[in-house]
C-alpha cells in the first residue's frame, strides 16, 4: 500500500504521462487490465486550462472508472499554477502532477518543464503556491537534472517535500540526454535518500516484471512509473504485481486476449474521440498491440489508413486469414515466428532494448 498524502493507492505501480497517448481511452483499457495504482493525464497547460479552452478541457476528460487520477501541470506563472490546481481539485483530480521534467524548447523557453530543476528556490514557491491552496495531493516530476554537471533532482526533492509536496517522480536520466544513454539508477536512490518521508517513485526504460524490481531494489524507490512499456505490453501491471508478489511470472496473454484487448482501445477511442477521429488517432496505436501478435506486417499496412470501426473489422478478418500461414495444426505461432531476442518476449525474461520501445514519433519526440 502506497500513499500519496491521504490518497491511499491499491498498488505502486504508476502510468507515466505520454502526451498524445496516455488519453481517456488508453487509460481505460489498461485499467481493465488491472495492477495500476495510479494514473496521470499528460500535461495541461495551466493558462489554457484557466482560460477553459476546448483542447486543454479534452485532454482532462475523464469517468468514474479512470480513477484514481492526476492531472499533470505545466507553466511557470505561480499564479496561473495555482488557479489551475484550483480548479482542478473542483472538477474531481485525485492529484495535481507539476511537470518539471519536460525538456521541449517551447516549455522550458517560458521557465516551465526542466527548466524549473534549475532554479530551486523558485520551483519551491510555485510548488509551495498549489499546496497551500488544494487538499489533494500535490506531486512533481523531474529528471535527474539538467545535464550530469547539475544534478539538481535530490535537492530539489528535499525542497519539494518541505513546502509540503506529497510525493517525487523521477526519471533517472538528465534533460541533455533526452531519451539516449542509459538510466542512472544511481541517480535515483540519490534522490531517495535526499527525502525524509515523501514516496520516491522511479521511472524510465521499465519494459518488464524484472525491470521494475530491479529498479525498486536498486533504488529503493517507494514504486515504479511506466510509460513506452504500457504501450509495449498493456499488461504490464499486472505482471508486474504478480512477479513482485510471488517471483513467478504468469503466462503471456494468448493471441486471442491481445485482440479483444486491441479491438477495446479502439472502441473506447471511438467512444471518447468519436469514430473518424477516434480510427485516425489510433492508426498509431495498432502497430503498438501488433507488436506482439506474431508476423504482422500485412496489419500494419492496412491499419495505416483506418476510417472506420468496420473497415477494422475487416483489416482483423483478413490479417487472421493472412497470420494462418504462420501457424502449426494447434493455432499456436510456428517457432521460426515467435518472439525473438530482436523482438523480446516478456517470457523470455530479457529486457527488451530501448530500441524495441521506440519513442512515437510526434511533436514531443525529444521528452
Ligand atoms: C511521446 C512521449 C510523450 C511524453 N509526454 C510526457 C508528458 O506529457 N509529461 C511528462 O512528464 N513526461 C512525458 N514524457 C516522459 C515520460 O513520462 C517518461 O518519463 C519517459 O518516457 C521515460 O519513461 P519510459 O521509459 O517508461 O517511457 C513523454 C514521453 C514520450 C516518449
Not at 496516455?22 to 489554457?48: D, H, K, Y
Not at 517551447?106 to 527548466?115: H, L, M, P
Not at 477521429?277 to 491499419?303: D, N, Q, T, Y
Request: positive net charge; aromatic residues 6%; hydrophobic residues 45%.
Amino acid at each position: 500500500m502506497l500513499r500519496l498524502g491521504a490518497l491511499e493507492l491499491a498498488s505502486n505501480l504508476f502510468l507515466s504521462p505520454l502526451a498524445g497517448y496516455t488519453n481517456l481511452p488508453f487509460r481505460l483499457t489498461i485499467r481493465e487490465l488491472g495492477g495500476l495504482g495510479l494514473c496521470t493525464t499528460e500535461l495541461v497547460n495551466a493558462r489554457s486550462l484557466i482560460e477553459k479552452r476546448d483542447k486543454a478541457l479534452k485532454l482532462i476528460e475523464s469517468n468514474a472508472r479512470d480513477r484514481p487520477l492526476a492531472v499533470q501541470l505545466f507553466g511557470a506563472v505561480p499564479e496561473e499554477m495555482r488557479d489551475a490546481a484550483q480548479c482542478l481539485e473542483s472538477l474531481g483530480a485525485d492529484a495535481i502532477d507539476i511537470n518539471m521534467g519536460c525538456p521541449v524548447r517551447k516549455v522550458c523557453r517560458v521557465g516551465g518543464g526542466s527548466a524549473m530543476m534549475s532554479e530551486l528556490s523558485k520551483t519551491a514557491a510555485l510548488a509551495q503556491g498549489i499546496v497551500r491552496v488544494v487538499r489533494v495531493p500535490v506531486t512533481a516530476k523531474m529528471r535527474l537534472g539538467w545535464d550530469d554537471a547539475n544534478l539538481t533532482a535530490p535537492d530539489l526533492a528535499r525542497a519539494l517535500e518541505d513546502v509540503g509536496v506529497s510525493a517525487v517522480f523521477i526519471h533517472g536520466r538528465t534533460r541533455e540526454q533526452g531519451f539516449g544513454g542509459c538510466v542512472n539508477l544511481a541517480g535515483i536512490r540519490a534522490v531517495v535518500d535526499a527525502v525524509r518521508r515523501i514516496p520516491v517513485i522511479g521511472n524510465g526504460e521499465v519494459t518488464t516484471p524484472q525491470a521494475a524490481k530491479r529498479m525498486l531494489d536498486e533504488t529503493g524507490c517507494a514504486g515504479v512509473s511506466i510509460g513506452r512499456g504500457a504501450f509495449y505490453n498493456p499488461w504490464i501491471f499486472r505482471q508486474t504485481e504478480a512477479f513482485l508478489a510471488s517471483g513467478e511470472l504468469p503466462s503471456e496473454p494468448p493471441f486471442e486476449e491481445r485482440v479483444r484487448v486491441m479491438c477495446r482501445h479502439l472502441d473506447l477511442m471511438i467512444e471518447v474521440f468519436g469514430e473518424t477521429h477516434g480510427c485516425r488517432m489510433f492508426r498509431k496505436v495498432a502497430p503498438w498491440h501488433a507488436k506482439r501478435l506474431g508476423p504482422a506486417v500485412e496489419f500494419k499496412r492496412r491499419v495505416a489508413s483506418l476510417s472506420s470501426r468496420a473497415q477494422f473489422d475487416d483489416v482483423l478478418a483478413e490479417y487472421r486469414a493472412w497470420r494462418a500461414q504462420f501457424l502449426d495444426d494447434r493455432g499456436e505461432l510456428l517457432p521460426r515466428f515467435a518472439p525473438t531476442p530482436s523482438n523480446p518476449s516478456f517470457m523470455t525474461g530479457e529486457p527488451a532494448a530501448p530500441s524495441a520501445i521506440p519513442t512515437p514519433r510526434g511533436p514531443v519526440e525529444t521528452w
